[in-house]
């Protein structure tokens, strides 16, 4: 199969757009403080565009499972500090009763909390916005910042992340499964460019470390976890920057882009409802030597997870 169909065979299995976070405040902050008081309340408080802004946050804590007839878990938000709740300037008033951060070691951590029954409260700043196939950024909101809360009990989203070679060793994959409290993430629908059109679906931002594209991270694309199994898989294919829904610079001059393959990888996948975003960080694969038994041996492997995580999705059997 020639490098443009398999494009387009990536495209349809992984390509995705721009969505929601796990539940995105505000962009590119500063000076952030986080407060949280014993009636399930947060108020951040920061600094963006210039203005100094308090956000008071409630009415959420956990995530639930994938159900097609409840509304996943979200935040209510009064970006007047309160005074769209309480009709009164609630932030100037309010009672921390936050203790120092005894939850889990989180990617793109900025500040934390734990609340007298337990709860964790937690603030992560993510670069969200990049711009897929190793393309630098070449607009502000491109450069931004993800400003994002989450509030939760007990465990964190689960990602497992395995990677192996397809279509006979010619192209390296990554392939995995997301789960909270083992049960599968997953949302119900997607966009024709494979952005989740509810807020049970969950976009998984793949980085590529010292790339065909140039030195230092860049994000290579971003894709969801199947329905209804949870898992994911992506191939490092080369790719047509103007087909698929993707941006690119003005001065793009046509071609293909990649295989994005580098010396490490790192996903880092949007906690369901409310909780935090989870990370994964692993080697890149060299390329495949047919006939090699160390080679051969990890495939097969691989190939037998695969096949025991799969279940009734058979689509990232593809290029095997």
């Given at each position: 199969m ?26 590119s ?9 014993g ?8 600094v ?8 008071l ?48 070691k ?11 029954d ?14 897929d196939l ?46 909270y ?6 949302g ?8 989740p ?8 931002y793949l ?38 829904g993707?941006?690119y ?19 880092t996948?949007?906690?369901p ?27 097969r ?8 995580i799969?279940?009734p999705d ?7």
């Amino acid at each position: 199969m020639g490098g443009r169909l398999l494009a387009a065979a990536a495209l349809a299995l992984a390509c995705a757009g721009p969505a929601s976070a796990s539940q995105l405040i505000d962009r590119s902050a500063t000076g952030v403080r986080l407060e949280a008081n014993g009636k399930g309340e947060a108020l951040l408080s920061y600094v963006a565009d210039g203005r100094q802004r308090h956000v008071l946050a409630w009415g959420a804590v956990n995530a639930l499972a994938p159900t097609p007839d409840r509304a996943q878990a979200q935040f209510r938000l009064d970006y007047a500090g309160g005074w769209g709740r309480y009709r009164s300037e609630y932030w100037k008033t309010f009672v921390n009763l936050c203790g120092p951060y005894r939850g889990p070691k989180l990617a793109w951590f900025v500040t934390g909390c734990t609340a007298a029954d337990g709860s964790n409260w937690a603030v992560q700043a993510f670069p969200q916005p990049l711009p897929d196939l190793g393309f630098m950024p070449w607009l502000p909101e491109q450069r931004a910042t993800w400003l994002e809360l989450s509030h939760w009990t007990g465990p964190l989203a689960k990602l497992e992340v395995w990677s192996d070679w397809v279509y006979r060793g010619r192209f390296q994959q990554l392939f995995g499964r997301l789960t909270y409290r083992g049960r599968a993430v997953h949302g119900f629908g997607t966009t024709r460019y494979g952005a989740p059109t509810d807020h049970y679906g969950r976009l998984l931002y793949l980085d590529t470390y010292n790339s065909t594209y140039g030195t230092g991270w860049r994000r290579e694309n971003s894709f969801v976890a199947h329905k209804p199994t949870g898992i994911f898989c992506y191939g490092f294919y080369p790719f047509d920057p103007t087909r698929g829904g993707y941006a690119y610079p003005p001065e793009w001059a046509g071609g293909l882009r990649g295989p994005g393959t580098g010396t490490a990888y790192r996903i880092t996948a949007q906690g369901p409802g409310v909780t935090p975003d989870v990370a994964w960080t692993g080697p890149g694969l060299h390329e495949f030597i047919p006939g090699d038994p160390r080679d051969e041996s990890l495939q097969r492997e691989m190939s037998g997870v695969l096949e025991q995580i799969i279940g009734p999705d058979r689509t990232c059997s593809h290029g095997r």
